[in-house]
């Protein structure tokens, strides 16, 4: 079975703080997504990587940064926190596309509190 | 990236069959279509992908049109455990690099 896993369930941080999100997939999956969920919103892009050191905005990139050193290993980095970003950050992976949709594995989330 | 349009909630009851219909009517030719299940402090689950006509797997069937403007998933006799929110997403196909764009899904509540 594809392993997502993310470095918290919950989170409380500071306004102004940087904040590491991690996650690592166990697939050797090309492609990882991180996403953030509010209520009434569902599931909101925020950047995508399909290779290692490669990285694309997603819908909503401001505020937010990514790194992908290693295949595994996804991490979201929020520069400067602030209250607007309380919410649930989701990480998913997936493999290369084939001319297809392929299917993305998403790990338990993150509800990260900023205060 | 396509838009996409569902019912925000729907009831049923243990045993129904349940039809869900999701719009998007700017899909692309290379546009996949795709259901997501979420249960409460999870993240979405895959539950089936089409490109046309019908598809079936264990959990559910996915019907589409010739046009693809729209698509239906079809749960059989649901349960209690059939509770959850439903995405519907197209996209994953060409250039987009699996990029799929998550809309507000269906919230689907089954009752005893």
């Known amino acids: 079975d594809v392993k997502v896993t993310q470095s918290s369930r919950y989170l409380v941080k500071r306004t102004g703080e940087k904040v590491f999100l991690e996650c690592v997939q166990d697939m050797d999956h090309e492609n990882m997504f991180w996403y953030r969920q509010d209520p009434g919103l569902g599931l909101r892009l925020i950047y995508f990587s399909y290779d290692v050191k490669m990285k694309e905005k997603g819908d909503i990139p401001e505020g937010y940064s990514v790194s992908r050193e290693k295949k595994e290993r996804f991490s979201l980095i929020l520069e400067s926190a602030s209250t607007n970003q309380t919410s649930m950050y989701l990480c998913?992976?997936?493999?290369?596309?084939?001319?297809?949709?392929?299917?993305?594995?998403f790990g338990p989330g993150t509800r990260l509190t900023v205060t | 990236l396509a838009k996409t349009t569902q019912p925000i909630s729907m009831d049923s009851y243990e045993g129904q069959e349940v039809n869900i219909t999701c719009s998007h009517n700017?899909?692309?030719?290379?546009?996949?279509i795709t259901w997501y299940q979420q249960f409460p402090s999870q993240g979405p689950r895959f539950i089936i992908q089409g490109y046309k006509t019908k598809v079936t797997n264990e959990v559910a069937s996915l019907f589409i049109p010739a046009d693809r403007k729209s698509s239906t998933l079809s749960l059989p006799r649901v349960s209690l455990s059939d509770t959850a929110v439903y995405y519907c997403l197209v996209g994953g196909g060409g250039t987009s690099y699996g990029k799929l764009t998550f809309g507000q899904g269906t919230i689907l509540t089954v009752h005893p």
């Open positions: 998913a992976s997936s493999p290369p596309l084939a001319g297809v949709g392929d299917e993305q594995y």
């Open positions: 700017n899909i692309a030719t290379n546009d996949y």
